[in-house]
């Protein structure tokens, strides 16, 4: 299966988890996907680490593994029910794959750099990668990391930014702007791509080019990505699928 047909398939069983679970962040879930699925299947190695800071993504971290044989079918089935691991924002200690509990924003960057530094002190082989959103770059400890991160330029660590414009109660232009966010982070000598997130291509490309400092790769993409009614629409950071909504989404992504 290439990686288009394997993005299909995430994508219908991603609307399918969230149909019968009945929850939302399904926009946030169709913005991140791609880069999600295309570090899983493509570029990470055995020795490189993946933080999920944009924790409300969990769902696309979830279809990911399962994709990949890690996370079954039948717990596919109990996302965001009692008791389940499959929780609306991961939680850590269940599974190698998911490191850390994420969802309160500003916290995966700061946690990224913590196990970038360790691997340089014990030597070790291995890049780690932290997606982030853009909202999520209104949080300060993002810009305490950066500090950081570039004082021990820790260049075994990619930041990834799912830049979809849009955030709990609007867009992030209307709320507290970053732009340009690439600028910003150049000015802590960072290296910066700036690619379209839905790209595979673009994305691979951007990832894998060599660099001798940290590099952040700037992803424009489109919240909910794929679905015509959900794309770039606010409302669906928060709205769980009606039955006419989940087959027309479902024929969407068919045809």
Partial sequence: MNFKESLKKAKKRLLQMHFESQVGHIGGNLS???????????????DDQFVLSKGHSAGALYVTLWILGKISDEQLKEFHKDNSKLTGH?????????????????????????????????????????????????????????????HHCLDNLVILVDVNGLQGFGTTKEIASMDTLAEKLESFAIEVEEVNGHDQDEIEKAILKPCSRPKAVILNTIKGHGISFMENRMEWHYLSLSQEQYLRALYELET
């Fill in 32 to 46: 991140s996907l791609d880069v999600i699925l295309l570090l899983h299947l493509k570029i990470m190695e055995d």
């Fill in 90 to 150: 991961p939680v850590a200690g269940w599974m190698p794959e998911i490191l850390f509990s994420t969802g309160s924003l500003g916290h995966g960057l700061p946690l990224s750099c913590g196990l970038a530094l360790g691997k340089k002190f014990k030597e070790e082989n291995g890049m780690v990668f932290c997606l982030m959103s853009d909202g999520e770059w209104e949080e300060g400890s993002n810009w305490e990391a950066l500090i950081f991160l570039s």
